[in-house]
């Protein structure tokens, strides 16, 4: 058994942040209204549901609010772009604590593009992106957290990663996963399987 409390620090937070298990890692852009683009990795996006199409981030406390939080509160527009292994050195900089004035798009290199309607940066290398329009923000008092829900409002995928009912093939476009907050890894689908049914074993579709 290991006790949490005589832990130290650092060892604690590497071994909690990667308790969970894999985590859906992005990149979310957002710009504030003088017009400073702004990018972040996160690795706390979830599904919330899909009609309406609703996705929720977890943001860490801070004084001043993060940028990504501050931006998302102003411009109530942000987009959330998938990494893919060429992409993780630059992705994992925007983890640095730059102020709001500075571009990590700059300083990482990665490039930001507009699409028609939607006021935040699209990252132009990722291969699947989507936007969303801030919906709700609910503070979790026990650690001064905020969940940020998002509605999906347009979304950004290569037709031939779709199959016929609509799933989305996210390990061909090369959309990596992390655990805790500094490790890459690499995806490769095992199997899809049918609705499981009570009376009946799920069967195998691809
Ligand atoms: C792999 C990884 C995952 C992260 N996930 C989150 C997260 O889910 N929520 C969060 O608040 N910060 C997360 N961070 C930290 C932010 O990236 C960091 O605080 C960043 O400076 C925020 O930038 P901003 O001030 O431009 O919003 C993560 C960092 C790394 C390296």
Known sequence: ???????????RGNLINSLGGFKSICLVGTKNTLGNENLAIFSSLV??????????????????PRNTLANILESRSYTINHIHESMIDQAHQTSAKYEASISEFETTGLKSEYKEGIYAPFVKESIIKFACEFVQKIDIEINGTSFIIGKIIDIIVPNEIIENDGFINIDKAGTITATGLDAYYTTSKIKRLSYAKPNSIAKLIS
């Open 47 to 64: 599904h919330i549901g899909a009609d309406p199409a609703l996705c929720g981030l977890i943001v860490r406390p801070s004084i001043p």
């Open 1 to 11: 058994m290991i006790h949490l409390d005589s832990l130290e620090r650092r060892y």
